[in-house]
């Protein structure tokens, strides 16, 4: 990975924190890393816990970072879920979903969409 993707995907991160937290979402956690993979965010809306996928674009589209999260990753990202709940069974009875927040860098700014429950598994 070079240091200009490492650094706008953990600026994008950032951001993204930053807007959920705006949007009245309470992080509960950050950057989460199993042998499975990494989850970028998880927060809680209301009381629905929220798996947070960020992709982070610094020419494209926001189309393309969300045609980025296809079928494979959606399914890491269940099991990724998955995992975390069985390690944190005091929130096992909460409503979950999976939020995608995609962000483009325009020179200085960015540009933030979030996809509420943006995919959803066969629970």
């Not at 240091?3 to 807007?19: C, F, H, I, N």
């Not at 999260?69 to 879920?81: D, E, N, T, Y």
């Not at 996809?115 to 598994?121: H, L, M, S, V, Y």
Request: proline share 2%; charged share 35%; net charge positive.
């Amino acid at each position: 990975m070079t240091e200009w993707r490492k650094w706008l995907g953990d600026r994008g991160e950032q951001v993204a924190e930053s807007y959920v937290k705006r949007e009245g979402f309470r992080i509960v956690d950050r950057n989460v890393r199993t042998r499975f993979g990494e989850m970028d965010l998880i927060a809680m809306d209301g009381d629905t816990l929220v798996f947070c996928e960020v992709r982070s674009r610094g020419g494209g589209s926001l189309d393309e970072a969300a045609e980025s999260i296809g079928v494979r990753k959606q399914q890491r990202l269940i099991h990724l879920a998955q995992v975390y709940l069985q390690k944190h069974p005091e929130l096992a009875d909460c409503p979950c979903r999976f939020d995608a927040i995609l962000l483009q860098k325009k020179g200085k700014t960015w540009l933030v969409e979030r996809i509420a429950d943006a995919f959803r598994p066969g629970w």
